[in-house]
């Protein structure tokens, strides 16, 4: 069974960091994309991040050059590293594949103002 799994998650002052691991069972995860994604209170849920099997990344203009994803496929998990966090990045944070899977419970990120 394919499973993807969000942590990292929490509290956090405006300007701080945040670290978000996205751990994979059930695939063979060095040959898959990954994407993040994330939900805001009220709104649909949003692409912001994806790596390829080859590391290869891309960024939604809203966290470009704040947010880096990256892979450790020894350890079958994706990483979030989210810099310069701003009280607009609250949100849940969802990690996935295509074709996407059922989506997991994520990670809340909340940052304070």
């Known amino acids: 069974q394919v499973q993807l799994v969000e942590s990292g998650g929490g509290l956090v002052q405006a300007g701080g960091s945040l670290t978000l691991s996205c751990a994979a069972s059930?695939?063979?995860?060095?040959?898959?994309?990954i994407y993040w994604y994330r939900q805001a209170p009220g709104k649909q849920r949003e692409w912001i991040a994806t790596?390829?099997?080859?590391?290869?990344?891309n960024y939604a203009d809203s966290v470009k050059g704040r947010f880096t994803i990256s892979r450790d496929n020894a350890k079958n998990t994706v990483y979030l590293q989210m810099n310069s966090l701003k009280p607009e990045d609250t949100a849940v944070y969802y990690c996935?594949?295509?074709?996407?899977?059922?989506w997991g419970k994520g990670t809340q990120v909340t940052v304070s103002s």
């Open positions: 790596i390829t099997s080859i590391g290869l990344t």
């Open positions: 059930g695939i063979i995860f060095s040959a898959k994309t």
């Open positions: 996935n594949k295509q074709p996407l899977i059922p």
